[in-house]
């Protein structure tokens, strides 16, 4: 079993649809990032969480500590936010800045 | 911005033969990461070095080496080039710390035939 394991693997939309994606991770961490990679491979850095809310423009990313899983959730989706989304922990037990990697959503918003 | 920059964006090569892929980034990150990436599987971390000089190995460094001579630059090299290594090769840097967020380059698609 993956430490970290998000679904849908993959998620088709209309445009102005409501999205989530769920990310569930099985150790204890000290934060949580979720990352967009859009096609032709560039990966950016969208939310990094260690408890709470964080909402940035039309994206919301959520944490539930003591469930060990983590939303991310897109209002109003534009096909424009197609790419593919990665949620990462940062392990309490692994040394360093490591990251450990769910295997991402492929999301398309169709117009 | 904080840049980071692949020395290539497609590679093409052949079986056995030895490869350099280069990262250079420009804000002084300690921290440097090399991952593959590859379909149904994730990004993986295949070595990380948090200092010149310095390096560890991730979880696949099975037919990879690095080096770190100067702060800017991470290289991986692949010293016998095998088809199971074609792949989409990703490098991060991040500046140690709580925040740790890593910064990715534009990635290498390799090629190995």
């Known amino acids: 079993k993956n430490e970290v394991e998000q679904s849908p693997q993959n998620l088709t939309a209309q445009e102005g649809e409501f999205i989530t994606i769920n990310c569930s991770y099985s150790v204890g961490i000290s934060a949580l990032h979720w990352l967009q990679q859009h096609p032709g491979g560039g990966i950016v850095s969208l939310f990094m969480?260690?408890?709470g809310k964080k909402k940035h423009g039309r994206l919301i990313a959520t944490i539930n500590i003591q469930e060990k899983h983590s939303s991310l959730h897109i209002t109003a989706s534009h096909p424009r936010d197609s790419a593919v989304y990665i949620c990462a922990v940062r392990s309490e037990e692994t040394s360093g800045s490591r990251l450990t990697f769910g295997e991402g959503t492929q999301l398309t918003v169709n117009p | 911005d904080v840049k980071v920059t692949q020395s290539s964006r497609y590679l093409v090569k052949r079986t056995g033969e030895k490869v350099f892929l280069e990262c250079v980034q420009d804000m002084d990150h300690e921290n440097m990461f090399w991952y593959r990436q590859d379909p149904g599987l994730g990004l993986r971390l295949i070595y990380f070095s948090y200092d010149v000089k310095m390096k560890e190995k991730g979880d696949i460094p099975e037919g990879y080496s690095v080096s770190r001579e100067k702060k800017e630059r991470f290289s991986l090299i692949l010293e016998s080039a095998s088809t199971n290594q074609t792949s989409m090769y990703l490098c991060a840097s991040s500046k140690p710390g709580h925040v740790d967020t890593q910064y990715f380059g534009p990635g290498t698609r390799l090629t190995v035939l």
């Open positions: 969480l260690s408890s």
